[in-house]
């Protein structure tokens, strides 16, 4: 399974963006997809997560709270993270995670697949 970002560039203080995720392959409809995002030189930090078959509640890192909004739709096999009023902080390489077992869906070790991640910078 491969997972393909695209959406991120480079955007004003304030400004929004949208991220695609669009997974090849088969996955079992059970999964959790998770974006991810990492700066040089830190850890990798969970951004959202959302159940793949829909029904559940998405969860958000507290610093992207009420900002950033998980979605996607698993017949069209793709995912979204819509990202509004964006900060210098939000600066990173982010990444799309699918994690088959939808077990703690905040840490990245749970996580199954990865893309190679697009970059997003905010000045």
């Known amino acids: 399974v491969q997972l393909v970002e695209s959406g991120g560039g480079s955007v004003q203080e304030g400004g929004s963006l949208t991220l695609s995720c669009t997974p090849s392959?088969?996955?079992?409809?059970?999964?959790?997809m998770g974006w991810f995002r990492q700066v040089p030189g830190k850890e990798r930090e969970a951004v959202a997560s959302?159940?793949?078959?829909?029904?559940?509640?998405?969860i958000y890192a507290d610093s992207v709270k009420g900002r950033f909004t998980i979605s996607g739709d698993n017949t069209k096999n793709q995912w979204y993270l819509q990202m509004n009023s964006l900060k210098p902080e939000d600066t990173a390489l982010y990444y799309c995670?699918?994690?088959?077992?939808?077990?703690?869906?905040?840490?990245?070790?749970?996580?199954?697949?990865w893309g190679q991640g697009t970059q997003v910078t905010v000045s």
């Open positions: 959302i159940y793949a078959r829909g029904g559940g509640t998405p």
């Open positions: 392959g088969h996955i079992d409809s059970s999964y959790c």
């Open positions: 995670a699918a994690n088959t077992r939808c077990v703690a869906p905040m840490e990245d070790t749970s996580y199954d697949y």
